[in-house]
Antibody, heavy 122, light 107 residues
Framework: QVQLVESGGGVVQPGRSLRLSCAAS????????MYWVRQAPGKGLEWVAV????????YYADSVKGRFTISRDNSKNTLYLQMNSLRAEDTAVFYC???????????????WGRGTLVTVSS | DIQMTQSPSSLSASGGDRVTITCRTS??????LNWYQQKPGTAPKLLIY???SLQSGVPSRFSGRGSGTDFTLTISSLQPEDFATYYC?????????FGQGTRVGIK
């Protein structure tokens, strides 16, 4: 079954850290660029980060640059997002998503997980 | 950053109606435009990529057109399962940005 399953969300205090995971199955994970996209409660979608199929290239939205780190373990078919120095404005559902094409990064996201909610609050 | 403007922000329609949503970008993105559908409490679903290519498994009543800065998503005959929020997204350059969404509701 082709799917992405996120985990690791929860309630965290401002300034603390959290690591999200995304377990992939049903496709050749190591061939695809992977993304994190977030959605604040009742708001629209915001791209957060991308990592190339082999982990050699990573790009971030300015809003998270220097605080968040995207990584992947192709041997475990898992994508990660390490989030440090969290702020109230980071509160959102975080989705992982897969690129439609192998190897190249197209930002055409054809498979999404169900998301994990991160709440930053004291 | 490339700004995305969708219109309308919401609309009400009846089953069988033809519905068109517009997305305008702040600079030319050639055909690097995607459309997603999102239902409450669920993840977005890719409908159209590269402005006009129908994603596998998506019904043919959905179609996309446009290039440059002006794009449209059309649902030729609205079905009950199409009531949702629709987002455009540019895949031309980072940061990849989304429109604010168009909510399609029941009249």
């Amino acid at each position: 079954q082709v799917q992405l399953v996120e985990s690791g969300g929860g309630v965290v205090q401002p300034g603390r850290s959290l690591r999200l995971s995304c377990a992939a199955s049903g496709f050749t994970f190591s061939s695809y660029g992977m993304y994190w996209v977030r959605q604040a409660p009742g708001k629209g979608l915001e791209w957060v980060a991308v990592i190339s199929y082999d982990g050699s290239n990573k790009y971030y939205a300015d809003s998270v640059k220097g605080r968040f780190t995207i990584s992947r373990d192709n041997s475990k078919n898992t994508l990660y997002l390490q989030m440090n120095s969290l702020r109230a404005e980071d509160t959102a559902v975080f989705y992982c998503a897969k690129d439609r094409e192998t190897v190249v990064v197209t930002a055409n996201l054809d498979l999404w997980g169900r998301g994990t909610l991160v709440t930053v609050s004291s | 950053d490339i700004q995305m403007t969708q219109s309308p922000s919401s609309l009400s329609a009846s089953g069988g109606d033809r519905v068109t949503i517009t997305c305008r970008t702040s600079q030319s993105i050639t055909d690097n435009l995607n459309w997603y559908q999102q239902k409450p409490g669920t993840a977005p679903k890719l409908l159209i990529y590269a402005a006009s290519s129908l994603q596998s498994g998506v019904p043919s009543r959905f179609s996309g057109r446009g290039s440059g800065t002006d794009f449209t998503l059309t649902i030729s005959s609205l079905q009950p399962e199409d009531f949702a929020t629709y987002y455009c997204q540019q895949s031309y350059s980072t940061p990849w940005t989304f429109g604010q969404g168009t909510r399609v509701g029941i009249k």
